[in-house]
């Protein structure tokens, strides 16, 4: 099993629709999760981190953590075309200072 | 800020020639990851540094890789010799020392590719 999986996706929503990306990860002592964006072409950037199980809202975006269940997402609501990008999901791997990527679901939103 | 900056941002070139990416972090970040991108693969760590020491290099692919970090603004990986597989999209990234995993800023990253 690989530490983080996401599917590849595309996935593709309406612009105004609620987007979800999900996450799963294999080391039950992970603490804390991010969400980086990576638009076409560019390097990935920032966008969510969350330390504990529940919600997090920073504008449209909602990043939902559920440890019992090894689960991530990010919601983003009312998608834009400007959110489309690939989104990457990254776990602390274990005792070290790395961060484990998963491969990224990209997502479309068309007009 | 100049954010973390990477030359070249293209390179070709053909097999088995030398291939240096170079990398100058954020002022006063303390960490630097190199990283490797294929769509194959996604994001790979290479190797990281601390203060200009490395500390885990478990992911250079090979001997053929190799990563310098000479002071706290500069840092090269070295491909050599470079084969068509490592052509991909390199990214140099830095962050701080109290939370080197929290915010990790990347380059624009160096388009490889070997003919």
């Known amino acids: 099993q690989k530490e983080v999986e996401q599917n590849s996706g595309p996935l593709s929503v309406p612009e105004g629709a609620i987007a979800s990306l999900n996450c799963t990860y294999s080391d039950r002592v992970s603490q804390s999760f991010f969400w980086y964006r990576q638009y076409s072409g560019k390097s990935p950037e920032l966008i969510m981190s969350i330390y504990s199980n529940g919600d997090k809202e920073d504008g449209r975006f909602t990043a939902q953590l559920n440890k019992a269940s090894q689960y991530v997402s990010l919601l983003i609501r009312d998608s834009q075309p400007s959110d489309s990008a690939t989104y990457l999901c990254?776990?602390?791997?274990?005792?070290?200072?790395?961060?484990?990527f998963g491969t990224g679901t990209r997502l479309q939103v068309f007009p | 800020d100049a954010g973390v900056i990477q030359s070249p941002r293209h390179e070709v070139t053909e097999m088995g020639q030398e291939v240096t990416l170079r990398c100058k972090p954020i002022s006063g970040h303390d960490y630097l990851f190199w990283y490797r991108q294929t769509m194959m693969r996604g994001l790979e760590l290479l190797i990281y540094f601390n203060n200009n020491v490395p500390i885990d290099d478990s992911g250079m692919p090979e001997d053929r890789f190799s990563a310098k970090m000479p002071n706290a603004s500069f840092s090269t990986l070295k491909i050599q010799p470079s084969e068509p597989r490592d052509s991909a999209v390199y990214f140099c990234?830095?962050?701080?020392?109290?939370?080197?995993?929290?915010?990790?800023?990347f380059g624009p990253g160096t388009r490889l590719l070997v003919l």
């Open positions: 990254a776990v602390p791997s274990y005792n070290t200072d790395k961060l484990i």
């Open positions: 990234a830095s962050s701080l020392s109290k939370e080197p995993q929290e915010t990790q800023y």
